[in-house]
């Protein structure tokens, strides 16, 4: 099963980079993570939110794998422990398809995005850098594998 972490913005601290190759490296070849970190659209700043939203929600649809399981990162989504997290990605390789993980921009989601959601994750009430949530998801979805193969990382 192949994991496409899909997210608008390209320019990534080092510290980010280095975050996410480390725990997207832990994880089994069967179990494959992937960046695709993504420009937003041209002229963003002199956008209103509603078209800003829109247009990163084109691109972010476009960058869908077809038939791809999509989850939404989102403050609005649930909250769920690491427990949660690896009964959902036990799931989600039972099932098979290829999952695609979306974040949004600063802006948010357009509820065009939202629609084609089977799910929204919410990592905390509180409001993260969207480069943080990268290095987050990597390594709650290493624990979570770590947790579901009786792997030491994961000591709760």
């Known amino acids: 099963?192949?994991?496409?972490?899909?997210?608008?913005?390209?320019?990534?601290?080092?510290?980010?980079?280095?975050?996410?190759?480390?725990?997207?490296?832990?994880?089994?070849?069967?179990?494959?993570?992937?960046?695709?970190?993504?420009?937003?659209?041209?002229?963003?700043?002199?956008?209103?939110?509603?078209?800003?939203?829109?247009?990163?929600?084109?691109?972010?649809?476009?960058?869908?794998?077809e038939g791809a399981r999509v989850i939404l990162l989102d403050e609005r989504g649930k909250a769920v422990d690491t427990k949660g997290v690896a009964k959902r990605l036990e799931d989600?390789?039972?099932?098979?398809?290829?999952?695609?993980?979306?974040?949004?921009?600063?802006?948010g989601l357009d509820e065009a995005v939202r629609a084609r959601a089977e799910w929204a994750w919410s990592l905390s009430p509180l409001t993260f850098p969207h480069m943080l949530v990268r290095v987050l998801v990597a390594e709650q979805l290493y624990r979570a594998w770590s947790l579901l193969n009786n792997h030491p990382y994961h000591r709760a």
């Open 1 to 65: 099963m192949r994991l496409d972490l899909i997210a608008i913005g390209k320019r990534m601290p080092d510290w980010v980079a280095e975050g996410f190759a480390e725990y997207a490296g832990r994880l089994p070849r069967e179990l494959e993570l992937n960046l695709q970190a993504l420009a937003g659209p041209s002229g963003a700043k002199s956008m209103d939110t509603t078209t800003l939203l829109r247009r990163e929600g084109e691109i972010l649809l476009k960058a869908i794998p």
């Open 92 to 107: 989600w390789q039972a099932d098979g398809r290829d999952v695609a993980l979306v974040i949004g921009g600063a802006a």
